[in-house]
């Protein structure tokens, strides 16, 4: 699955914000101000409608590959009578020729639109997701006074959270709100 990248303004955001509120000299507000952080990406793996979005675009990316590898069968076959014909001499040569010519060329672009279509529909979920999630998020930290809740990131995106206290990953607590929320 893509995994959820913020953008360079969030982190701009979020980097100011901290700044201007720690920053400020303001040592009681800062007192008050709590922070937590979320995976988004273990929210949509872990919750059960994520779960099922997921099965649901590995089926989708299996049967595609599924396609695919029926295909470069045809095209192993087809060019193994290739050389067959072509030791042999064979008048249809030329012709068994163009249609692996054109055949391969088709398999590469069937291969290329599945690229495509898997990305748009990864896109397309995330997207859902992450509105679901900012949901979710937003009524856990409101229960729990949070001023602010940081994208966690991860090893494969920009990891936002270098260093943090234990007990401030509200990651599963989020699952359980989403859960209750998205069944």
């Known amino acids: 699955m893509q995994s959820i990248r913020p953008t360079t303004a969030t982190i701009g955001v979020l980097i100011s914000a901290c700044l201007l509120f720690f920053g400020s000299g303001t ?73 692996f010519t054109r055949k391969f060329q088709e398999f590469q672009k069937r291969g290329q639109e599945y690229q495509q279509e898997l990305g748009m529909k990864q896109k397309e979920l995330v997207q859902e997701y992450m509105k679901k999630i900012e949901t979710a998020t937003a009524a856990v930290a409101q229960r729990h006074g949070f001023a602010i809740v940081i994208d966690k990131g991860s090893e494969t995106t920009l990891k936002i959270v270098l260093y943090s206290q234990r007990g401030l990953d509200i990651t599963n607590e989020v699952v359980k709100e989403f859960d209750k929320r998205y069944k």
Do not use: C, W, Y
């Open 27 to 99: 040592l009681a507000l800062a007192k008050d101000f709590k922070i937590a952080i979320v995976d988004p990406q273990s929210v949509i793996e872990k919750s059960k409608a994520g779960s099922r979005a997921l099965a649901t675009l590995k089926e989708h990316a299996q049967a595609r590959e599924n396609v695919l590898k029926a295909d470069q069968k045809e095209l192993e076959d087809l060019q193994n009578e290739l050389k067959k014909s072509e030791a042999s001499a064979d008048k249809g040569f030329k012709q068994k020729q163009d249609v």
